[in-house]
């Protein structure tokens, strides 16, 4: 697999997750689109990582990406599930005032 | 690949499912390249621990009434010209790096699977960063629980 490839796909990955993160209005939209940036990078790594013959730093340093994005998510999706209950919508326009 | 049914889709159902056929189509990409621990942990995180939290997360802030699940999207256009210039700048950059220079890429010896050596190095250089990441997602996760239960006063009950 050529490595121009790989980087192209953590390239294209990366910039629809920021098409999904700017465009969409709902948060749990936004949170998808997240997700789909740190796996770009997670590519990225891993391409350069499996290059190297004598070090794993990528493949480490790629665990440690997909934990906290799990503990991310767990806290992103928790607030949103907040949010929900006192606005009643999860459309991020429609949420516009900070004093609870 | 499905990432694109991700960004053209508007309901959000269909973008989790989708979602789940992007995180096994890059776990595949792991294995090729060698890195079958981490394949196996992107599958178990996130087939089984982020997309089930997703679908929760979609079943619970929105009314099951029957009707689907719409997100529409809005500034299309200037987001679409942010992305795409983002992934032409990305573009041109790869393709005129000389990745070749680099002394520690040896493109003719592809590291093949080394699962022995990934656990020795991750349990003797990197153990510091590995409690510190243990101990962050305790926390982060009795945090996400703490913020979305019901809060519960002393002498009191369940609000």
Redesign the interface.
Known sequence: MAFDHLLFLGALLFCIGLFVVVTRKNAIMVLIGIELMLNAANINLIAFSSFDPNALQGQIFSLFIITVAAAEAAVGLSIVVKVYKYFQTADLDKINELKG | MS??Y??LTKN?LY??FA?IL??IG?AG??V????E??AV??IL??VG??LI??V???M???RLSGKKVI??????I???I???G??AI??KG??EAN?SALG????S???DS?IP??GL??MTD?VL?FEI?GV??LL??I???R??GNVRKEGEDGV
């Open positions: 990432a694109l991700i960004m959000i973008a989790a979602l992007t995180f890059v990409i792991y090729f390249l060698g890195a621990f981490i942990t992107q995180v996130y621990g982020i939290l997703l929760f997360g979609i619970l802030t929105n997100s529409s999207a809005y500034n299309k200037m987001g679409f942010v992305a795409g983002l992934f990305l573009l790869i393709l990745f520690w890429i040896d493109k010896k592809f590291s080394s050596a990934f190095t991750l990197y960063v990441i962050l997602l982060a996760l945090g996400a629980v913020i979305a």
